[in-house]
T-cell receptor, first 112, second 113 residues
């Protein structure tokens, strides 16, 4: 079945450093979403990417969807302590059912 | 705050028992998805309901069942609980639009002993 992997599993950065997490699907996706989950919290929607090669920015966050629609990345510029949490990608297969498969997540710690 | 509520917050059950978890969708949302999140892992899709009909199911056995009501609130029922069912159960509501944002509730923490 479809699998979605993320690397790295963990990342510790100094405040002000950049951070990138990569998401790879075993199959082509219809679209991909990114979520952030704070410790003890629930996933919070960040963004959805639909088009091949799409790039979207939200302040310090840059999201990319690969040309083959099988991979994606999230890049955070100049991390802040408020960026702490686990970042998940979630991919939907092109079957129209919107059955989202979540990635394994990248846990980010930011050291002040 | 998403407007999606879940009850109860925490629950302790014994192996073999049955449990019902509840979710109230955000106003205007007609689709709800249920996820199981084990500690340290990503949410796993259980199933989705759209306008009271099941609209997709993940790799979960039939003892996981659900309902969606006319007001779009939803229930997740799990029969014959197993120890491995211990997890955070999340529901997510969304509107059936091009931007399929999912709004998650706070979850129900289920412990099976």
């Amino acid at each position: 079945g479809q699998q979605v992997m993320q690397i790295p599993q963990y990342q510790h950065v100094q405040e002000g450093e950049d951070f990138t997490t990569y998401c790879n699907s075993s199959t082509t996706l219809s679209n991909i979403q990114w979520y952030k989950q704070r410790p003890g919290g629930h996933p919070v929607f960040l963004i959805q990417l639909v088009k091949s090669g799409e790039v979207k920015k939200q302040k310090r966050l840059t999201f990319q969807f690969g040309e083959a629609k099988k991979n994606s990345s999230l890049h955070i510029t100049a991390t802040q302590t408020t960026d702490v949490g686990t970042y998940f990608c979630a991919g939907s297969p092109p079957s129209g059912t919107y059955k989202y498969i979540f990635g394994t997540g990248t846990r980010l710690k930011v050291l002040a | 705050e998403t407007g999606v509520t879940q009850s109860p917050t925490h629950l302790i059950k014994t192996r073999g028992q049955q449990v019902t978890l509840r979710c109230s969708s955000q106003s205007g949302h007609n689709t709800v998805s249920w996820y199981q999140q084990a500690l340290g892992q990503g949410p796993q899709f259980i199933f989705q309901y759209y306008r009271e009909e099941e609209n997709g199911r993940g790799n979960f056995p039939p003892r996981f069942s659900g309902l969606q009501f006319p007001n779009y609130s939803s229930e997740l029922n799990v029969n014959a609980l197993e120890l491995d069912d211990s997890a955070l159960y999340l529901c997510a509501s969304s509107g059936w639009t091009d931007s399929y944002e999912q709004y998650f509730g706070p979850g129900t923490r289920l412990t099976v002993t």
